[in-house]
């Protein structure tokens, strides 16, 4: 292990610059501090979304201070390190990403619970790293004791969560009630949480050579990161654990501090921590065996497999060489070559945001150029460790190895699983302190007034800065109050909050398209609550309600517009197409012509998502109720005229029910829509098969053993009918139509004391006590003797 040094020796040094230097340095002090433990509850997502506007306003925050102290002092102090040039490819190929991005609002400011890898988030992080690297005289010590503080709190918040200690309980905020979850923590998932901790476990490890807080808080670290790894006992956090606790081991043995003799001389017991945790790690790996019941209370992460993730990202190279898909857009490139590869699961209908690892989202996000830009960072990653070895006699900072032992932990997290915005900071602190750590000591000094090309360019960067700062904080924070009026407007009770709510995010906010997703919907809401209403005034009886059909054609021309922006807005998001499907299908009947286009929509949505059935379904019953809507027509009109559109509707919500079950052949619910169908057509035997087929996974549902069970019936097959309704009453013992049909079938085996049995056990339902059929019957039952067939035609009740 290595030696720190005391608390007074940590201080960071601050140039000469006023104000303006402390505001850089606290700015970096904040965000290292608080981007592990940063959460706020007024918006849909509670960690991500607070955390990119916290890093957005401290990144300028400390550019503005910077550039300010640029300007008063003339003075310019530059470090120049091997990962400058990584990140700045990174930067520049998500710069040029994002411009050629299928969705590059999302690309720019990302989505609501996915923006590490957006424009804006690594636009932060870069100046981040930058004033890091350039205004630090302490080789990164404070840093990275605020640095594990803040992880050491983060991890043991994430623990009692863990085991159902939930802290924010005893405040009892009504706003903080979300926080009540096993599940929940300040980091992201379950396995993000243990991911920060493998990765931190290297700056745990260390020993003090003098008793201090920071010793007994690397401990508490340390032991909650491994009761962690022990309760999630996952091989991934095992895998970047151990990474960690190698290049632990790889670099302790290489650092030589020459005023620290007794360091120089090789002793195994530096290496007990590390090699415990590699036994442990290979141990449980290899039993796969979990010690506590806890993980239990937890939920399963869901993720594509590393196949699956590696087929969506060749195939968006094949598309799209050089830039692929845009930053923050895998789940569209997993919708068009992912989705299928589902079909035949429970997953089928899954929505996947990330790929397995944050290198299947950086290539497929970022094409042939972010390949390239992962290049350069992995030759300075080389450079530097050839720079360590060669100088390790003259490295001064005696946690330099722990610090690149954490570089090489954050190497195999982004190899095994993708990056949340804390992981993403964390990546980018520990390069800048892994820079610091070899070239803390290598600052050049630049007098900006004696050169013509640094005052022009210092004057044109302070410009450019403060339009960057202003337009990147202006934006955020309408980001930012956009998405706490939708929250507002999910959590509304009453339709009109919630339209008033969705207004106002739209005009903080008029790029998502969530937004008006869910603002198109609210309109139906408000259409079906104005259909109920009576015509007439309830104050003025008699009178009609002029404006009521203003509102009605108001209600449905705004979900179709609003409905039709949101394809605008992400023509390639298969969601916004479903969405206006729903739409135009919900005005079947108010509107002529929706069916087509209603169909065209699913269409596209089919398009884009090509191996999900679920569209194929809703086409089908689309026209399934298109039928029904008919057939209730035809009992108004002249049924010649209506019979053939009925029967042209049937044919195509049976072909489209086909395709649904083509693509998944266990899909339920389009199984039993396409049996529906061919009841409807008369087709009896066709449409008992379908049920039969789902009958055995689904024999606790007692609808569909009734639906099977009456079909029995009609098709004249009364032995599998009885056995049926049988099962529907062990399932559902007051099913009123179970007991009439079984009624039924008795009378016709002239088993008239238990025909009338069931009628009696009908009556006693408090639902059907007055129920004249069923008491005709039972009067019939008791007075005249039984007709063999005679229930045949009978409907249920």
Do not use: C
Request: avoid cysteine.
């Amino acid at each position: 292990m290595s030696d720190s040094s005391s608390i007074h020796e940590m201080d960071m040094s601050l140039p000469k610059s006023g104000v303006y230097a402390v505001l850089v340095h606290w700015s970096l002090i904040v965000a290292v501090f608080l981007t592990p433990i940063f959460f706020l509850p007024w918006t849909t997502s509670v960690l991500e979304l607070n955390k990119q506007l916290l890093l957005i306003v401290l990144a300028s925050v400390g550019l503005v201070a910077w550039l300010l102290s640029l300007v008063s002092t003339g003075q310019l102090h530059w470090r120049t390190t091997v990962f400058d040039k990584g990140i700045l490819a990174v930067l520049l190929a998500t710069i040029i990403g994002t411009a050629f991005s299928i969705a590059r609002f999302n690309s720019l400011f990302g989505l609501s619970n996915n923006l590490s890898g957006a424009l804006i988030t690594i636009s932060a992080l870069t100046i981040i790293y930058f004033l890091i690297v350039n205004t630090t005289e302490d080789q990164g010590r404070k840093l990275t004791a605020v640095f594990s503080f803040s992880v050491t709190l983060a991890l043991l918040y994430g623990l009692l969560q863990i085991f159902g200690v939930y802290i924010f309980t005893y405040l009892n905020i009504e706003i903080l009630k979300f926080t009540v979850s096993h599940a929940f923590n300040s980091v992201g998932s379950v396995n993000g949480l243990g991911l920060l901790g493998a990765i931190s476990l290297p700056l745990f490890a260390q020993t003090k050579s003098k008793i201090s807080i920071f010793k007994y808080l690397n401990i508490l670290g340390f032991v909650v990161t491994l009761a962690l790894l022990i309760i999630l006992n996952w091989w991934i956090l095992w895998l970047v654990a151990i990474a960690s606790m190698v290049g632990v081991i790889a670099f302790e043995s290489l650092i030589r501090v020459d005023v620290d003799i007794a360091r120089s001389r090789f002793s195994t017991s530096r290496f007990i921590l590390p090699m415990t945790v590699i036994v442990l790690g290979v141990f449980f790996i290899v039993v796969n065996f979990n010690l506590i019941s806890t993980k239990k209370n937890l939920p399963i992460e869901i993720a594509p497999s590393f196949r699956l993730s590696g087929h969506v990202t060749k195939s968006v190279l094949k598309e799209n060489l050089v830039t692929g898909y845009g930053p923050e857009t895998f789940s569209l490139a997993f919708d068009k070559y992912g989705a299928s590869r589902l079909a035949d699961s429970t997953l089928s209908s899954a929505k996947f945001f990330d790929g397995t690892s944050e290198v299947f989202n950086a290539v497929t996000q970022g094409g042939l150029l972010m390949i390239l830009a992962l290049l350069v960072m992995a030759w300075a990653f080389i450079q530097g460790l050839i720079s360590y070895v060669k100088n390790k006699h003259a490295i001064t900072y005696p946690g330099a190895q722990a610090v690149w032992a954490t570089l090489i932990a954050v190497g195999a997290a982004l190899l095994l699983y993708p990056f949340n915005i804390t992981l993403m900071f964390t990546a980018f602190l520990v390069l800048a302190l892994a820079s610091l750590a070899l070239w803390g000591d290598n600052k050049r000094a630049f007098n900006v007034e004696d050169n013509i090309t640094l005052s022009l360019v210092s004057s044109l960067g302070f410009v450019a800065g403060l339009i960057l700062v202003l337009v990147g904080v202006y934006f955020g924070l309408s980001i930012y109050l956009g998405d706490a009026h939708y929250a507002q407007a999910l959590n509304a009770k009453d339709i009109n909050k919630t339209a008033a709510n969705l207004v106002s995010a739209v005009n903080w906010n008029s790029h998502n398209d969530e937004y008006y997703r869910a603002a198109s919907q609210t309109a139906l809401g408000l259409l079906t609550q104005e259909l109920k209403k009576p015509a007439d005034l309830p104050a003025q009886a008699g009178k009609t309600d002029t404006k009521r059909q203003t509102r009605i054609q108001t209600y449905m021309s705004s979900a179709v517009n609003l409905a039709k922006t949101a394809t605008t807005l992400a023509p390639y998001e298969s969601a916004n197409w479903e969405n206006l499907g729903i739409v135009y299908q919900s005005l079947l009947g108010l509107v002529d012509g929706v069916d087509k286009l209603s169909e065209s929509a699913y269409l596209k949505a089919i398009e884009l998502r090509p191996g999900d059935a679920t569209f194929y379904n809703e086409i089908g019953n689309f026209y399934l109720t298109k039928a029904t809507l008919l057939r209730q027509l035809a009992t108004n009109t002249n049924a010649s005229q209506v019979v053939p559109q009925i029967n042209a509707a049937l044919a195509s919500a049976e072909m489209n029910f086909k395709k649904a079950i083509d693509i998944s052949n266990n899909f339920g619910l389009a199984i039993y829509n396409l049996g529906v169908v061919y009841d409807q057509e008369g087709k009896l035997p066709d449409a008992i098969k379908q049920l039969e087929r789902i009958a055995p996974f689904n024999s606790d549902q007692p609808n569909l053993v009734f639906k099977l069970g009456l079909l029995y019936y009609r098709n004249g097959d009364k032995d599998k009918a009885f056995d049926a309704l049988q099962k529907v009453l062990v399932l559902q013992p007051d099913s009123a139509n179970a007991h009439w049909y079984l009624s039924l079938i008795y009378e016709e085996r002239k088993d008239v004391a238990n025909a009338i049995s069931q009628l009696k056990k009908i009556l006693a339902l408090e639902v059907n006590k007055n129920n004249q059929t069923v008491i005709d019957r039972l009067n019939q039952l008791q007075s005249v003797p039984p007709v063999p067939g005679k229930g045949v035609n009978q409907k249920p009740l």
